[in-house]
Each structure stands twice: as structure tokens, then as C-alpha cells.
């Protein structure tokens, strides 16, 4: 019932910025603490930034200071921020609820930074 459409994802250059959107779909239930993972080609999934549902954020160490998570709760939308750009964030970026629930994975949106 529950699904999590991301998508702002693209090529962008080491230094350049990127807008992530997570669209909350198909629910009428309260979305509590949210969260963007991401997992680069034969790495694991990891976590990037968690906000909770009273606007407390977390980050990675990898990018504290160059990403901000923000929600909108009115719209069922959790964004991220993604500014200063390295070719290690290249991932597959998902939001999915914190602690992630595995039943609402979505496809992702592709980031990829390179020169």
C-alpha cells in the first residue's frame, strides 16, 4: 500500500548541487521518522540523514555540512539538499521510513558525479 517515489537524481559535476524529492504514497497513516540511504555499486546500502517527524535531523559523517534533509508533512514529501558534490556520493539514492522498512523500498533515483 505504502510506497516512497524518489526522483531530482542526474549527472552533475564534482562541486555542483542536486535536489532530491520522496514522494509518500498510497498511505492515509502518519509518516513518523523519515530517511534518505543510498548504495553505490557492490557496496551495501547506508544511511545518509534522518529527520524525525519533529524536524530533528542527522547526518552521515561523509556529508555533514553538505547535505540538509527537510519534509514537509502537509504533502507527504521528504527532500535532500545535496550541495558540494563529490564522485563518491555516486549512488542510488531511496528514502524509506527510519528504521528502514524493507516492504517500502522504492526504485531510487540514479546520482551520479563525475568530470
Known amino acids: 500500500q505504502v510506497q516512497f517515489v524518489e526522483a531530482g537524481g542526474g549527472l552533475v559535476q564534482p562541486g555542483g548541487s542536486l535536489r532530491l524529492s520522496c514522494a509518500a504514497s498510497?498511505?492515509?497513516?502518519?509518516?513518523?521518522?523519515m530517511a534518505w540511504y543510498r548504495q553505490a555499486p557492490g557496496k551495501q546500502r547506508e544511511l545518509v540523514a534522518i529527520i524525525a517527524s519533529s524536524g530533528t535531523k542527522n547526518y552521515a559523517d561523509s556529508v555533514k555540512g553538505r547535505f540538509t534533509i527537510s519534509r514537509d508533512n502537509a504533502k507527504n514529501m521528504v527532500y535532500l539538499q545535496m550541495n558540494s558534490l563529490k564522485p563518491e556520493d555516486t549512488a542510488v539514492y531511496y528514502c524509506?521510513?527510519?528504521?528502514?522498512?524493507?516492504?517500502?523500498w522504492g526504485q531510487g533515483t540514479q546520482v551520479t558525479v563525475s568530470s
Open positions: 524509506n521510513k527510519y528504521p528502514r522498512e524493507p516492504k517500502y
Open positions: 498510497g498511505s492515509s497513516f502518519r509518516l513518523g521518522a
